[in-house]
């Protein structure tokens, strides 16, 4: 098992842009949280997928938005890109509500 | 309001030297708190949590509920404790976490 995976790695997008970004977790889990981590800061949270739903959502505006596929993995979107989305997002899997394994990230710079 | 401080960014000691991480919360409730690190080049993971009351790589950590604390100690830091370490804390049974900003330990020999 590869753990939790993320793609792409790195992104350079441009002011007002739209960006997808991909999470597949880790085998036997059902629950997809996204983490927003700025430069310096700890991870934020954004949202969490749980059978196919937003169960909960952190304090980000709505150009930020998610989906989760049938087979568990989950996709973030952000809309109308700004300097300040530039950051590494974060993806965890959990089961159920038990400990959340993080994947390594992507990277990704507004310019 | 929920808030995890780490008030030390850097932390830098001498190896076989103890080493004292430092957590506050405030929540009003019963949380749980956890540590994760970070070491270079490498994802965030879990090091310890405080229900389980374990030592992982030497470390321990206890909640402390009347100064709202869980420090993070370890009597003799090696240098591959070299890394970033983040507080963090679940108030809910469906796992979201919040997260401090994070202390960077080096361990110098």
């Known amino acids: 098992d590869a753990g939790v995976t993320q793609s792409p790695t790195h992104l350079i997008k441009t002011r007002g842009q739209q960006v997808t970004l991909r999470c597949s977790p880790k085998?036997?889990?059902?629950?997809v949280s996204w983490y927003q981590q700025a430069l310096g800061q700890g991870p934020q949270f954004i949202f969490q997928y749980y059978e196919e739903e937003e169960r909960q959502r952190g304090n980000f505006p709505d150009r930020f938005s998610g989906h989760q596929f049938p087979n568990y993995s989950s996709e973030l979107n952000v809309n109308a890109l700004l300097l300040g989305d530039s950051a590494l997002y974060l993806c965890?899997?959990?089961?159920?509500?038990?400990?959340?394994?993080f994947g390594p990230g992507t990277r990704l710079t507004v310019t | 309001a929920q808030r995890v401080t780490q008030p030390e960014k850097l932390l830098s000691v001498f190896k076989g030297a103890p080493v004292e991480l430092k957590c506050n919360y405030s929540y009003s409730g019963s949380p749980e708190l956890f540590w994760y690190v970070q070491y270079s080049r490498q994802r965030l993971q879990l090091l310890l949590r405080?229900?389980s009351r374990e030592s992982i790589k030497g470390f321990t950590a206890d909640l402390n509920k009347g100064e709202t604390s869980f420090h993070l100690k370890k009597p003799f830091a090696q240098e591959e404790d070299s890394a970033m370490y983040y507080c963090a804390l679940k108030n809910d049974s469906w796992g979201k976490l919040q997260f401090g900003a994070g202390t960077q330990v080096v361990v110098t020999p």
């Open positions: 965890a899997s959990s089961l159920a509500g038990n400990e959340q394994y």
């Open positions: 085998s036997g889990h059902d629950t």
């Open positions: 405080h229900i």
